[in-house]
């Protein structure tokens, strides 16, 4: 038998795939038991590096779906952050509680006159006006009286605290500057 390719050469094998005789010479591949052509040497190849090109796109589709995964987790995790960083920056911070030790004159005189104002829309016929909820409101050096009817609320200095005597008059809350 004569080989396809060398038509004057004697063919010394089989190929493996395709049966056609071919020489030595004409033998690409072989692994002792099996002889392939050029032709089939080729085809072969060429499948392979198909299927070798189809597992690298495959690979490649898996890590852009991994990546955008990825960014899609990292964006998500940037919005949280700057949104945070917003609400936080809006917030502002609580007052600072009213200490009386380093209120001015004027400060005092308003807390006092707040605090009488919330008292006096709290209040209604069971609600029971006291010297401690007064004292409450208006602190040092404002001094209070007890009267029978009345309490009276004296300033140490007219001019600086901008009043001289307030009354609240215990039956309706009545609210008097002099």
Same mark, same amino acid.
């Given at each position: 038998m004569k080989c396809v390719n060398h038509?004057?050469?004697e063919a010394d094998f089989t190929c493996s795939i395709c049966r056609r005789p071919i020489c030595s010479a004409c033998e690409l591949d072989s692994d002792g038991e099996k002889h392939i052509c050029i032709s089939c040497t080729g085809k072969q190849y060429q499948k392979e590096n198909v299927e070798k090109l189809q597992q690298a796109e495959m690979m490649r589709e898996e890590r852009k779906q991994l990546l955008s995964r990825k960014a899609k987790?990292?964006? %998500? *995790?940037v919005f949280f952050i700057i949104s945070t960083v917003i609400y936080v920056s809006t917030i502002e911070p609580p007052p600072e509680p009213f200490n009386p030790d380093t %209120?001015? *004159?004027s400060e005092i005189t308003e807390y006092c006159m707040m605090a009488l104002e919330d008292i006096a829309m709290m209040y209604d016929e069971r609600t029971i006006l006291s010297r401690s909820t007064i004292e409450q409101a208006c602190v040092r050096p404002l001094t209070i009286y007890e009267e029978s009817d009345r309490f009276?609320?004296?300033s140490p200095d007219p001019v600086t605290y901008e009043?001289?005597?307030m009354t609240i008059t215990r039956k309706d809350i009545y609210l008097e500057i002099e």
């Amino acid at each position: 038998m004569k080989c396809v390719n060398h038509p004057g050469v004697e063919a010394d094998f089989t190929c493996s795939i395709c049966r056609r005789p071919i020489c030595s010479a004409c033998e690409l591949d072989s692994d002792g038991e099996k002889h392939i052509c050029i032709s089939c040497t080729g085809k072969q190849y060429q499948k392979e590096n198909v299927e070798k090109l189809q597992q690298a796109e495959m690979m490649r589709e898996e890590r852009k779906q991994l990546l955008s995964r990825k960014a899609k987790i990292i964006l %998500a *995790a940037v919005f949280f952050i700057i949104s945070t960083v917003i609400y936080v920056s809006t917030i502002e911070p609580p007052p600072e509680p009213f200490n009386p030790d380093t %209120a001015t *004159a004027s400060e005092i005189t308003e807390y006092c006159m707040m605090a009488l104002e919330d008292i006096a829309m709290m209040y209604d016929e069971r609600t029971i006006l006291s010297r401690s909820t007064i004292e409450q409101a208006c602190v040092r050096p404002l001094t209070i009286y007890e009267e029978s009817d009345r309490f009276i609320i004296v300033s140490p200095d007219p001019v600086t605290y901008e009043f001289n005597k307030m009354t609240i008059t215990r039956k309706d809350i009545y609210l008097e500057i002099e």
